[in-house]
């Protein structure tokens, strides 16, 4: 069973987003998926309920706001766990999650305030002892960029600095919005536009393939 974790301390950088995204995706690939939602907001958890009647694609959504429990609560077939981290939440918030994970997804906006706001989290989650001995990948997502614009591109150059890998740029969409709304995703449609937005997350599922 492999479990990622998506996770900022920066609110609003498309955390939600992504974690349902990720767990769409495996499960459409035929995985059993779990999404495990530790923000007490339980945006994840109205989505995975909104596509719970999907012939293919369901996803079981399992509260994990009570530290440990939400491990017992996770089927023993499962094959692919999608940690939703709690808005504002450092390492020692996820340490649960982070003792089980196969690896940490970071999203970043293009901004300097949530670039400066990011480097916190990030050495929080560097003093981990799993992540400190190379047991446990991390790596940033750089999400709602408009790519043809200075800002992002200075961004995506700031963050290309760090030690921690920028393994996938996502621009920025209303599709994202409306399509979480729905209890949806990218990966549940095939337009040739749609398949323009799905191109920008392989780079980050080929990274995620490689975790154990």
């Given at each position: 069973?492999?479990?990622?974790?998506?996770?900022?301390?920066?609110?609003g950088?498309?955390?939600?987003?992504?974690?349902?995204?990720?767990?769409?995706q495996?499960?459409?690939?035929?995985?059993?998926t779990?999404?495990?939602d530790?923000?007490?907001q339980?945006?994840?958890?109205?989505?995975?309920?909104?596509?719970?009647?999907?012939?293919?694609?369901?996803?079981?959504?399992i509260?994990?706001?009570?530290?440990?429990s939400?491990q017992?609560?996770?089927?023993?077939?499962?094959q692919?766990?999608?940690?939703?981290?709690?808005?504002?939440?450092?390492?020692?918030?996820?340490?649960?999650?982070?003792d089980?994970?196969?690896?940490?997804?970071?999203?970043?906006?293009?901004?300097?305030?949530?670039?400066?706001?990011?480097?916190?989290?990030?050495?929080?989650?560097?003093?981990h002892?799993?992540?400190?001995?190379?047991?446990?990948?991390?790596?940033?997502?750089?999400?709602?960029?408009?790519?043809?614009?200075?800002?992002?591109?200075?961004?995506v150059?700031?963050m290309?600095?760090?030690?921690?890998?920028?393994?996938?740029?996502?621009?920025?969409?209303?599709?994202?919005?409306?399509?979480t709304?729905?209890?949806?995703?990218?990966?549940?449609?095939?337009?040739?536009?749609?398949?323009?937005?799905?191109?920008?997350?392989?780079?980050?599922?080929?990274w995620?393939?490689?975790?154990?």
């Amino acid at each position: 069973m492999k479990t990622i974790i998506v996770a900022s301390s920066k609110g609003g950088v498309g955390k939600t987003t992504i974690a349902t995204h990720l767990a769409a995706q495996s499960a459409q690939a035929g995985q059993r998926t779990v999404i495990v939602d530790a923000d007490p907001q339980g945006s994840s958890t109205r989505w995975a309920q909104r596509r719970a009647g999907m012939a293919n694609g369901a996803v079981l959504p399992i509260d994990g706001t009570k530290k440990r429990s939400w491990q017992r609560a996770v089927p023993e077939d499962t094959q692919r766990v999608i940690v939703d981290g709690a808005a504002g939440a450092m390492a020692e918030d996820l340490e649960s999650f982070l003792d089980q994970a196969s690896a940490v997804v970071v999203p970043v906006l293009p901004s300097a305030l949530d670039i400066e706001a990011t480097v916190p989290f990030l050495n929080t989650l560097a003093k981990h002892p799993r992540v400190r001995k190379g047991q446990l990948p991390v790596a940033l997502v750089a999400n709602k960029l408009k790519p043809w614009t200075n800002a992002s591109q200075q961004a995506v150059a700031v963050m290309n600095e760090w030690s921690i890998p920028v393994v996938a740029q996502l621009r920025d969409s209303q599709a994202y919005v409306m399509l979480t709304g729905l209890g949806k995703s990218l990966f549940d449609y095939n337009s040739a536009q749609i398949r323009e937005h799905q191109n920008d997350w392989q780079p980050l599922l080929k990274w995620l393939g490689k975790a154990r």
